[in-house]
């Protein structure tokens, strides 16, 4: 399978404790992204990678979030000090440049959904 | 207010039918558009790009009209497998999309 792959794919955890997800991109897409969806809402962007830069940051990432890239290949997403409100499904999603930045087609991992008790 | 607005539905409709869904933007800024389809707890996936001057894509077509910001989309001869939560989408060229909250259609037999 050569799509967008994230593990761990369901994660529970206790409120207080340190969380870490990872995306492995599309081979060779330059550009990837965060999103963060909780039920009934479409998804909203946190983050944004082309290849080790992180452009853009969302208001949503709060200083317990943080997104690395360090190869400019797979990422990952750690929440520190989870919060029940943390709860939600992490979306990743990967694009190659066709042109501007808005035209290129991003394709989404299966995601994982986080539960904070 | 939401960015990107879409009524959420639910749309019952027998198979058959034609249905339409609409959606606003409220950034004229917005550069780019689609339609992505995301099925129940599943990962949303793109269903097709919309143009000014319109787009068809078998039973789907879809329409922008960037004096209104609105975005529309029309399923023609709607199919049990059409039954899944549809998306709009904005990007402002900035690399991130905007999702509206989607809209869920349910196709009875």
């Known amino acids: 399978d050569t799509g967008v792959s994230q593990n761990p794919r369901h994660k529970i955890t206790k409120r207080g404790q340190n969380v870490t997800f990872r995306c492995d991109p599309i081979s060779e897409h330059n550009r990837l992204y965060w999103y963060r969806q909780t039920l009934g809402q479409g998804p909203e962007f946190l983050t944004y990678?082309?290849?080790?830069?992180?452009?853009?940051k969302s208001r949503l990432l709060s200083d317990r979030f943080s997104a690395e890239r360090p190869k400019g290949s797979f990422s990952t997403l750690e929440i520190q000090r989870t919060e029940q409100g943390d709860s939600a499904m992490y979306l990743c999603a990967s694009s190659s440049p066709t042109g501007t930045q808005g035209t290129d087609t991003q394709y989404f991992g299966p995601g994982t959904r986080l539960t904070v008790l | 207010r939401k960015e990107v607005e879409q009524d959420p539905g639910p749309f019952n409709v027998p198979e058959g039918a034609t249905v339409a869904f609409n959606c606003t933007y409220s950034n004229s800024a917005s550069q780019s558009f689609f339609w992505y389809r995301q099925d129940c707890r599943k990962e949303p996936k793109l269903l097709m790009s919309?143009?000014?001057s319109g787009n068809e894509d078998g039973r789907f077509t879809a329409q922008l009209n960037r004096a209104s910001q609105y975005i529309s989309l029309l399923i023609r001869d709607s199919k049990l497998s059409d039954s899944a939560t549809y998306l709009c989408?904005?990007?402002?060229?900035?690399?991130?999309?905007?999702f509206g909250q989607g809209t869920t259609l349910q196709v009875k037999p």
């Open positions: 989408v904005v990007n402002r060229n900035t690399g991130k999309l905007i």
């Open positions: 990678f082309q290849n080790e830069a992180q452009l853009e």
């Open positions: 919309v143009y000014s």
